[in-house]
Nanobody, 122 residues
Framework: QVQLVESGGGSVQAGGSLRLSCQASGRTFSTYMSWFRQAPGKEREFVAAISWSLYSSYYADSVKGRFTISRDNAKSTVDLQMNSLKPEDTAVYYC????????????????WGQGTQVTVSS
């Protein structure tokens, strides 16, 4: 079992920055650690992923160049630095851990955090 707890959400004006953090506990080895988001009335969508062992990272086109995913193996944390935020980034952001499948699909993840709200005003 893996437990994931997100923190760092909040409200910010467009152009601002936020940093989300995900603390993992339990059996923390996973192929990928990722961030997804879900806006009201929309499906959960992939934001960014990082390979736990190979240090590779992946981003949705909509956040590429603005968001950066990083991880600290010693602390079992995965962070998402979000810069140049836009109103369309408003969503609940979820941390996820998975051991296989396509990293951008929700079906690849076995464990999810409870989510943290990010609100960007124009």
């Amino acid at each position: 079992q893996v437990q994931l707890v997100e923190s760092g959400g909040g409200s910010v004006q467009a152009g601002g920055s936020l940093r989300l953090s995900c603390q993992a506990s339990g059996r923390t080895f996973s192929t990928y650690m990722s961030w997804f988001r879900q806006a009201p009335g929309k499906e959960r969508e992939f934001v960014a992923a990082i390979s736990w062992s190979l240090y590779s990272s992946y981003y949705a086109d909509s956040v590429k160049g603005r968001f950066t995913i990083s991880r600290d193996n010693a602390k079992s944390t995965v962070d998402l630095q979000m810069n140049s935020l836009k109103p369309e980034d408003t969503a609940v952001y979820y941390c996820a851990a998975g051991n296989g499948g396509l990293y951008y699909r929700t079906s690849a993840y076995n464990y999810w955090g409870q989510g943290t709200q990010v609100t960007v005003s124009s």
